[in-house]
Structure formats: C-alpha cells, structure tokens
C-alpha cells in the first residue's frame, strides 16, 4: 500500500481528517529520504533513525524470495531459518549475497540483498573519500577478516597476470591450425611466441616481498595463499631531529633492502610487494610512496594492507599520493569494517588503486555464495552515522589522539620520572625512567592541543559540537586548505615527506628488567584494561619461529630494539573517559610495579 491509498481511508478516521494528511506526508518524506539514498549513492548529510533504517530494512527484505507471500521453495537453499529468532536477528536475509560464480553478480532469489550490497560499495567508497583518499573510484566489502582477504587478492592478482598467457597460448594454438596464409601465419605466431615466452614468467611469480610486520595473520595469508614470503626488515630511524641525538629511534622501512631483494630474486619472479600503513609503534607506516615508485620501476604490483588506516587522514593523504602518482603502482589497498566503522568482527574492503578492473576480478574469484551479515552490520552502521556523524567520528579521534599523547606525557610520564628522581630508584646501578617514543608529529601534536584547551574535549566526545574546528565540511577539503596554506619552501617539502604513525604510539620501559615489564603487562591486563601489550627488546632470548622463519625479537618489527616498551593505540570510538582511567590506573601499576 502507498502513500496516496492511505488518504482513501481517511473517512474511518473521526472528528479531524487532516490527522491522517499530515502522517501521509510525514510518510512521505521518509520514502524521499530512501528514494534520495539510492539515487545519489552517498551517504545521508544526517544520519537515519534506527526506525527509519528499521523500515528501509523491512522494504528491502520484503524483496528477497524468501519473504514472499506466495513463495513455493523447491531447491536445497530457499533461505527456509528454524529459529525465529535468528531470522529476526538477520532482518529476515537469508540468501546471502553474489552467486557461485561471482561475489556481486545480483542474486537471482534476493533483489533486496543484491540491492543493499550494490548500495553499501557506493556508501563505503564515498566514506573513504571523506576521510580523505579521493582517488578511490571502486571498492568491494567482503565478508572476511582482513588476512583472508588479502589471500584473496594474492590469488586473484597471480591468476589475472597468468590469464593473459593462457589466452596467448589459445591464439597461437588458433592460427597454427590455419593454413590460408603462410606468411602472416609465420608473422603473427613469431609474434605471439615472442609474448608468451615474456608473459611465461608471470607463472613463475612464487614470492611475495614484505615489508616485516611483526603480526601474524598476514604472514599466513602469503602461506594461505600459496606463495613464500621474503621478508624485508625494517631499521631504525631518528624521527624528530630538532631533538637531542639521544632520542629514542622509530622503526621504519628500509627502501635500500627492498630493491636489494627485488634485484636478487628478480621482478619476473616476484608477485608483489606487501606492504602496511597502520601498525604498533614505534613502528611507523612503511612509506608507501616510494615503495610504489619501486615496484613501477619495476614492474611489479603493490598491495597495501590498510587493515585500520582509514581513520588517520595522514595515511589516507598518502594513500591518494600514490594511486594519484604516475612514478607509482599501487594495485589495491585492503581494510578492515571492524577496525574502522565500529561493527562486529568479519569484514573487510578492497579499494581500487590504478587499475579499476582488479576489484572486478577479486569478485570473479571468490569462491561460492557469501554471508550477508557482516556488509548488513556495515549497511546499519554506515546509515546511522551519516555523512557528517562519520566525519564527526574522524574528528574525534584526532583531537583524542592528541589529547592522549599529551595525557601520557604530563600526568604519567613526567609524575613517573619525578618519583624516580625523588626516590633515585636504581635497577643494576642504572636509574629507571619511562619515556615516549617520538613516532607522531610533536609539532603537530602541539599546535592542536590548544584547541582541545580552549574547547573542552567534553563537547566533541559528547557530539555536542560538529567539527567546530573545520570551517569545511569534510577533512578533505581541510587538508587542502591546509596545503594550500603552505609556503612552498625545501623546509616544509621534507616535514611533508615524514611519515608519522598517529594511531599507535609507545612508551620506551628504559633500564626496567623483563620479569618487572611483564609483571606490569599483566596487571593491566586483570584490572580489565585491554589493548595495551609490553613488548621485549630483541634478544637471543626473544626468538620465534613463524611458519618457517625465523625471527629476532618478534613483536618488535625489528631485531634490535634497544629496550622493553609498552605501546597502546587511540582508536576510533574511543573516549575521553577511557584515557583519563588509564593514564590513572598506569601511573598507579607504573609506581606498584616499579618503585618497590
């Protein structure tokens, strides 16, 4: 039943009519709300109410066979759910989404779940341009974690490189079994063995370069996926060089062991390099710039594994420098939904980099019909935010992360260190201290804690203001005008240039024994405080074995750190509340632990 056949009825109503008109119209602005949704592809300025979801939702459902009134199933999967309650849960999808064949090929049974799941890769696609990678031109969500998924683009990426070869080898078979004309016979069959014997090395594409990240789902989706990892080590760097020679070191890619592993094993017999932007410091995003210059250089295919980068708009400029970049390659960058959007665990997204038909081909290769769940949980979610609760939550997190940092310094570490000197604490007849390990940009950092200051984090946690320090509406057009604002000076070129991890940053535990730093590991771990790890400096002592390889220091990212450290991140969603409880219960385990 429409709208207009509601005001046929309006004589069962008494006394005022117009009652009726006016929930008619009220009706009415909700389905331009809808029809606007579907016809724009981006998401709502503000977002839905839980019933105006709940009833798009209910519409949407109506459409998959399943629902259908007059529905006769006769097949081995009719969406036919036992529990009432998991249907309810489930919104009453039960088809999942794609065919056998291909992930986003429309499902025959389920035009309501086709629909949604074509909708959602607009929505993700625009919020991925909002937080500030406006190259992204196509994406996908697929229900995996984020290390399946990036087995998934191995697979596809090896199988799309060999397809050109089968199909040489088809045509040179063709025209050998044609006998009309010798001479272009000859010609193009010269021609085409020529191209086969290069295209024949893509079947010899068996190793994947990565770039050492110390975490072991994406060690074992290169194993899942069938190919050897070579790993690439990191090294260490002075991050801030105003500061004194005696800083602490960040670790960061190694460009120069990089290209001397592409030469050794040789590009012909390289599928690709792995490399991350959202990691543990003191471990900083690898510097995806000039790796993608490499691998165009070389002509070998780069993936980015983004699994939580979406919320720092540093990484995202980066990302957009690359695909934008013709010295670069960039061949598609992975995601994960939970990480960044705040929905339960089981998705990820694959975003385009120079070639749009690869994210196609991911979808072609994917096994089987998929579960709808985890894009439902991200259509919800991504609904309810809206455009400018999205851009909100960006925000947030930003201001925190500074606020954090900050936090960390002034009421846990200076406190900490002047207890220490006050007591002169000695461990082996060296004094202890705890000191933060530089890997974000103070300066920044220091230039937005003003405004945190004079405009209490209370109303940007509470969402009573919306993005009160951007006269734009999105952070992309802030980062423009920021660059814009910019002398373009060597100086500021190079500052640019730095790469800084603004999620994740760390603690160095200096002159502290092993037993003391995961004594304090663990205390925070049983007072409910989860997230923070103690991780132990290289050693012989400290050797794993992952799949075959050995490691030194393993969740270091590196052999050789020089101490124990304890890293925490600011995350997405994050609050206010949170950092204040934990500086407080850190600096309480810092001296019960610590100062006996």
Same mark, same amino acid.
């Given at each position: 039943?429409? $709208? ?18 006016? %929930? ?86 389920? %035009? ?18 909002? %937080? ?10 697929? #229900? ?5 998924? @990036? !087995? ?44 086969? &014997? ?6 010899? +594409? ?22 050897? #990892? ?25 460009? $120069? ?24 410091? #003191?471990?900083? #995003? ?19 594994? /983004?699994?939580?980068? *979406? ?39 694959? !975003?385009?980099?120079?070639?749009? &038909?690869?994210?196609? +081909? ?60 006050? &007591? ?63 002398? &373009? ?9 730095? @790469? ?51 490691? /030194? ?25 949170? *950092? ?17």
């Amino acid at each position: 039943m429409n $709208t207009d056949d509601l005001l046929e009825f309006k004589n069962l109503l008494t006394n005022n009519t117009n009652h009726l008109e006016q %929930a008619v119209q009220a009706l009415k602005t909700q389905q331009k709300l809808f029809k606007t949704l579907f016809s724009q592809r981006k998401l709502p300025k503000k977002g839905f109410s839980d019933q105006q979801i709940e009833n798009l939702l209910s519409q949407l459902s109506s459409l998959d066979s399943n629902n259908h009134t007059s529905h006769i199933g006769i097949g081995e999967r009719e969406g036919r759910i036992y529990s009432p309650l998991v249907a309810k849960r489930h919104f009453y999808f039960c088809h999942g989404i794609g065919r056998s064949g291909e992930l986003i090929s429309n499902q025959p049974k389920a %035009a309501g779940s086709s629909l949604i799941l074509q909708l959602l890769n607009y929505l993700v696609e625009h919020s991925l341009q909002l %937080a500030g990678c406006t190259s992204v031109k196509k994406v996908i969500v697929v #229900p995996m974690c984020t290390g399946m998924t @990036i !087995a998934l683009c191995l697979r596809t990426l090896y199988h799309s490189l060999n397809h050109t070869t089968n199909n040489l080898n088809l045509e040179k078979n063709n025209l050998q079994s044609t006998n009309n004309n010798t001479n272009l016979l000859n010609n193009n069959t010269n021609l085409i063995e020529n191209n086969t &014997n290069l295209n024949t090395n893509n079947q010899n +594409k068996k190793y994947v370069l990565f770039c050492r990240i110390d975490q072991l789902s994406v060690l074992k989706s290169i194993q899942v996926a069938g190919f050897i #990892p070579i790993i690439v080590e990191n090294q260490l760097i002075q991050q801030q060089t105003n500061q004194t020679t005696n800083q602490l070191n960040c670790i960061t890619t190694n460009l $120069t062991d990089l290209e001397q592993k592409i030469q050794k094993y040789g590009p012909e017999n390289i599928l690709c390099v792995l490399s991350t932007t959202s990691c543990f410091a #003191p471990r900083l #995003p690898d510097n995806i710039y000039q790796i993608s210059k490499l691998c165009k250089q070389y002509n070998i295919d780069h993936i980015i594994n /983004n699994a939580y980068g *979406i919320q720092d708009p540093h990484i995202m400029k980066l990302l957009n420098k690359s695909i934008n970049s013709n010295l670069c390659k960039v061949t598609c960058f992975i995601q994960s939904t939970d990480k960044n959007f705040m929905v339960p665990i089981g998705g990820a997204i694959i !975003a385009n980099g120079q070639d749009l &038909n690869f994210i196609e +081909k991911v979808s072609k290769m994917y096994a089987g019909r998929a579960n709808m769940s985890p894009l439902l949980d991200l259509f919800i979610t991504l609904l309810s935010m809206g455009e400018e609760g999205w851009l909100n939550v960006l925000e947030r997190r930003n201001l925190l992360f500074n606020y954090f940092v900050k936090k960390i310094q002034v009421e846990v570490i200076e406190k900490f260190n002047n207890l220490v000197q006050e &007591n002169n604490v000695l461990q082996n007849d060296d004094k202890i201290s705890i000191e933060l390990i530089p890997s974000m940009n103070l300066e920044s950092l220091n230039n937005n804690l003003n405004i945190i200051e004079n405009d209490t984090i209370d109303n940007i946690v509470n969402n009573n203001t919306l993005l009160n320090h951007n006269n734009n509406n999105t952070l992309q057009n802030n980062t423009l005008q920021n660059n814009n604002n910019k002398k &373009n000076t060597k100086k500021n070129k190079e500052k640019n240039n730095k @790469i800084y991890n603004n999620i994740s940053f760390a603690i160095a535990l200096k002159n502290i024994s092993k037993d003391k730093a995961l004594l304090l590991g663990s205390k925070l771990f049983y007072k409910s405080c989860t997230g923070p790890r103690i991780v132990l400096k290289g050693s012989n002592e400290n050797k794993k074995n992952i799949l075959g390889i050995e490691f /030194n220091g393993y969740g270091s990212h590196i052999d050789n750190y020089n101490y124990h450290y304890l890293h925490m991140a600011c995350s997405i969603g994050i609050s206010k509340e949170e *950092i204040d409880l934990f500086c407080e219960m850190l600096l309480k385990l810092l001296k019960e632990v610590l100062l006996k």
